[in-house]
């Protein structure tokens, strides 16, 4: 395009962009179905998936038509006046959760920022409320929700949080899937908890059934708010639409982003019933949010989950990761030690150094990404046929031989 080598451009990257981590050296340049190329023409079969974004894969017609199709009408208007497919884009994810609002963001950091907002402001609405000592939320170790300075101090990660912390959130930290801990950790300041459903940047762990219903229970006790954050383990990725709905409680703002557009920028908070009207006219806002162009991708990517019927894929391909996984544990005792996971947040445990296992598997055309301590992430687009899981377990068994 620009007549530049991926290895001039790799040298100008150096140069010109801020970067929080380590590049590999390749630059891509398009996608189809599962697959990634680079400017040499190199194949990546993609279990990344831009960090569960793409669940769609890459260059879907019916997704890209849809988004032309509205580029062709309007991509941009501002907040002061109505668009169709924000109203139906809300309308739909309303029912389909059972919450009752939806809000519009860019991204998943600022969904949380959001749904933070609402916890300290309902607190603040309460009788008596202290206004200037009622942010304090819980959240759980090995934690991620993002980089923002709210989603940050929420964020159990030192690596992340470094020289932003403390900042003027205050987060207290429980362990993830202990009641009792998180119920020591409460306060007259606590406005709410917040938790992931799956933890995925923290290490593939997945809440329990009694825990989640521990939290509701105890937020409705105590009149704070319950956050659950699926912005990674949302939208089908965990085989069920949202994460929460295999385990049958229901959050009071529920923060959704990533596979919600499928590729475009786009995050959403819900809220339930309880939280209406804690926000008032104008106390959030933004100038991208619920601008039409989103707005289609998500109408497009509920039409064609529907479609595709990709929830019933993801609990198949599921079964095919974890048989893999364990032919791999059988095959490699020494280096594999176990799987973790639901749907396709998939998590093989590891006992070699992951960033060269990431490394050699990158080499062979596999792309996967390290999380928590001691795993390998598998988060390929939920469109993933078995023949492509199979190709992607026998690179991996390739690579564990390697190392
Ligand atoms: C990625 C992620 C975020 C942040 O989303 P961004 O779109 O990167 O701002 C928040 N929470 C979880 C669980 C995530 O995985």
């Known amino acids: 395009m620009s007549g530049y080598t991926s290895n001039e451009l790799m040298n100008m990257a150096e140069e010109y962009m801020i970067y929080g981590k380590k590049m590999y050296p390749a630059v891509l340049e398009r996608g189809d179905g599962v697959y990634l190329y680079d400017k040499e023409g190199k ?25 032309k199709a509205q580029m062709d009408k309007v991509m941009h208007i501002s907040r002061y006046y109505h668009n169709e497919p924000a109203i139906i884009a809300a309308k739909r994810l309303v029912e389909l959760s059972g919450l009752s609002q939806a ?51 929420a964020t159990d990660n030192s690596k992340y949080q470094g020289a932003f912390v403390p900042s003027n959130v ?25 938790c992931e459903v799956m933890q995925g940047e923290g290490g593939v762990y997945a809440a329990d059934a009694e825990f989640l219903k521990g939290l509701r229970a105890l937020c409705d006790e105590k009149d704070i708010i319950l956050i659950f954050d699926e912005v990674q383990c949302g939208m089908g990725r965990t085989g069920t ?37 804690v926000l008032g006219p104008g106390e959030h806002g933004n100038t991208y949010g619920a601008n039409p162009f989103c707005m289609a991708a998500i109408n497009a990517v509920l039409d064609l989950y529907e479609k595709y019927d990709v929830l019933t894929n993801v609990n ?34 590891v006992t070699v150094n992951r960033d060269k296992l990431e490394q050699v598997a990158f080499e062979k055309g596999l792309l996967v990404c390290a999380a928590g301590t001691d795993v390998i992430r598998f988060l390929p687009p939920l469109v993933i046929s078995e023949e492509e899981v199979n190709k992607a377990i026998n690179i991996m068994d390739a690579v564990l031989s390697e190392m």
Do not use: W
Not at 249 to 261: E, F, R, S
């Open 103 to 153: 809000f519009f963001a860019n991204s998943g950091t600022e969904a949380i920022e959001g749904a933070l907002k609402v916890a300290k402001k309902h607190a603040s609405m309460k009788p008596g409320a202290d206004k200037d000592n009622n942010f304090e939320v819980i959240a759980m170790h090995h934690s991620f929700h993002g980089r923002s300075m709210a989603a940050l101090a």
């Open 43 to 67: 194949e990546y079969l993609d279990c990344v998936g831009g960090i569960a974004v793409n669940a769609l894969g890459y260059n879907n017609k019916e997704y890209l038509d849809a988004l």
């Open 170 to 194: 205050k987060a207290v930290f429980a362990n993830f899937n202990d009641l009792e801990d998180v119920k020591s950790k409460i306060t007259k300041n606590t406005c709410g908890i917040i």
């Open 241 to 277: 639409l949202f994460a929460h709905q295999a385990y049958g409680v229901k959050p009071d703002v529920l923060a959704l982003a990533k596979a919600l557009g499928c590729g475009v920028p786009v995050g959403a908070f819900l809220i339930s019933e309880r939280c209406k009207g």
């Open 316 to 349: 198949k391909m599921a079964k095919v990761f974890e048989e893999g996984f364990d032919k791999l544990k059988e095959k490699h005792p020494d280096k594999v030690t176990g799987r973790r996971g639901k749907g396709l947040l998939q998590g093989l445990v």
